[in-house]
């Protein structure tokens, strides 16, 4: 497994996001669904080196904030709360305070290398992401499914999935959903480096290294 998102274990967070810098992270272990923001996430922006990256965000108990984040380990940067009538003025703003001039590449398929898509599918406690190349297709990475008291599992499906143009970092915006009474649901966000060379299909420009 390339690098999970899990609580305190790992730099990569697949997180709610709220207004506060702390927020509750999806969790291998049965979680107490009232921890956990339950937010609607929409991509917006990277900056010039890919590092930092835009979110819009519309919290049931906050409202509506734009948040900077890390592309490397999606720590919060900064949180900006804004009313709906600002938002377009707000988002030009941040986008100027921070550099967020990169418009990010919407499609599976990686933008330098057409012949990697990425795909996302549940299997079990675990949304996998594949790396696709041809009719071959590899396990790249995993994240954790929250899981519930009771032990259900939500079921998680992607809602959006975006490249930054070099091809060399993935933004992957996924909603977990409880069915039954409680209705639990929300958007996370995972972010990371892709390595190319960590999808072996056993070609020689498997071994090509990534900066």
Known sequence: MF?????????????PLGFAPSVAAARTAKSDLMDIRKVQLEFLAFNEDSDEYLVKVIDENVGTVLQV??????????????????????IRRVR???????DPVEDP???KKKALTLLLGQKDDKLIIYVMKGDRIQKYDDIPVLKDNDGNLAKATMKQLV????GKN????????????????????YSFKFKSYKA??????DSDSDD
């Open 109 to 111: 398929a990686n933008p």
């Open 3 to 15: 690098r999970p998102a899990l609580l305190a274990l790992a730099t990569l967070l697949a997180v």
């Open 69 to 90: 984040r890390s592309t490397k380990d999606n720590e919060l940067v900064k949180a900006y709360p804004y009313m709906l009538d600002d938002e377009d003025k707000t």
């Open 200 to 205: 072996k299909f056993g070609d020689a420009d």
């Open 170 to 189: 993935v933004v992957i915006i996924y909603h977990q959903k409880f069915p039954g009474e409680h209705g639990f649901q929300s958007d996370f966000v």
């Open 163 to 166: 490249w930054d143009q070099r």
């Open 96 to 102: 100027k305070k921070h550099n967020l001039s990169q």
